[in-house]
């Protein structure tokens, strides 16, 4: 029944695992896996999951989830066939499947700044706006005019300052059955060769000091008000500490990798282990930035 109704408002897969939809490569099989090509079948797809009660997750490019082992008797609704954008002047209409760092990149080639900081950020605008993604002082925040959503069955447009971000946060945390569908950004014209040469500096530095080379999900923890993690995870000597298959990285402590077989359990025991240490030796909580979804 439900396999029919999905089927007929999107394209249906009921053979997805999330070790393969996920950039840290872990987790298990996805009961229902529905790609929505336009607004009218997201809608039809929402409001029946809501009507039946059936528990559903929207997927951006899964950069920042850590999934279970488990079967996930859901719907994953992935919406990477809402890949438009539109430019006009001094802001861009972009739907929510567009990968950030493309689209930073169309927009440098055109001269425009705006998303330079995020040209290295491995998610779809969704997630980026979700998350409040940020990196080097920049931030989602800064450049977010307005948002439109799927919300009780209506789309509407939420402006910038309705969004209440903050520091890797924003309202979608509170309400997880709205769908980001789209956004426009505030662009600035700048020199192209200027925004090309800071991308390519900031991509350089990542790859220096990121492990880029193995699955993760980017940073493990968010980083405590006056310091860095990776400093806490040093501080208890845990870079390079390995369950399993899942190691805290050499090269970036408050990166775990997945260097093989590795699952959630593993990442987490490493994650809630220093969790307990950094609380021990610096009565400092550490807050996890990845999410943790069907574990
Ligand atoms: C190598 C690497 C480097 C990274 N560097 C950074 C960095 O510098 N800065 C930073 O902030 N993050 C970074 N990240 C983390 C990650 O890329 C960001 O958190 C990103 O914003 C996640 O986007 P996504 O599309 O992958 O979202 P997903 O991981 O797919 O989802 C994240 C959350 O957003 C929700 N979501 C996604 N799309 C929608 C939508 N359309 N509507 C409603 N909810 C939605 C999901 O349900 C989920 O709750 C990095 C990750 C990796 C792997």
């Known amino acids: 029944m439900i396999k029919e109704f999905l089927s007929q408002h999107g394209e249906y897969h009921d053979d997805k695992y999330f070790k393969d939809l996920t950039t840290v490569k872990m987790g298990g099989h996805i009961a229902h896996f529905v790609m929505p090509e336009n607004t009218d079948e997201l809608k039809c797809i929402v409001s029946y999951l809501k009507t039946n009660g059936i528990p559903f997750k929207v997927l951006g490019n899964g950069s920042n989830l850590i999934c279970g082992e ?34 930073a ?10 998303l330079e900081f995020a040209s290295g950020i491995p998610g779809c605008m969704g ?5 409040n993604a940020g990196a080097y002082k920049g931030s989602m925040s800064d450049v ?11 789309l509407l447009w939420l402006d ?17 059955r709205w769908v980001i569908v789209a956004a426009r950004l505030k662009l600035t014209k700048k020199n192209r060769e200027d925004i090309e040469d800071l991308m390519a500096d900031r991509l350089r530095r990542r790859k220096e000091t990121q492990p880029l080379d193995k699955p ?13 993690a990776w400093k806490l995870i040093d501080g208890i000597g845990y870079r390079g500490y390995s369950v399993n298959d899942v190691c805290v990285s050499d090269k970036h402590s ?28 610096y009565g400092i909580k550490l807050v996890m930035e990845v999410e943790k979804f069907n574990c």
């Open 254 to 281: 408050n990166f775990i990798v997945n260097d093989g077989q590795g699952t959630a359990d593993d990442y987490l025991s490493i994650a809630y282990q220093i969790q307990d240490k950094v609380k021990e030796k």
């Open 160 to 176: 910038g300052d309705e969004l209440n971000f903050s520091y890797r946060h924003s309202i979608f945390h509170d309400h997880p």
């Open 216 to 228: 993760s999900a980017g940073s493990c923890f968010r980083n405590p008000e006056d310091g860095y």
């Open 70 to 103: 488990s079967e996930y008797n859901g719907v994953v609704i992935s919406l990477k066939k809402f890949n438009s954008y539109e430019i006009n002047n001094d802001e861009v209409y972009v739907e929510a499947g567009v990968l950030a760092p493309n689209l």
């Open 127 to 131: 997630g980026l706006i979700y998350m």
């Open 144 to 154: 977010v005019k307005e948002v439109l959503i799927l919300k009780d069955d209506e």
């Open 105 to 114: 990149m169309i927009l440098a080639k055109e001269g425009y700044s705006c």
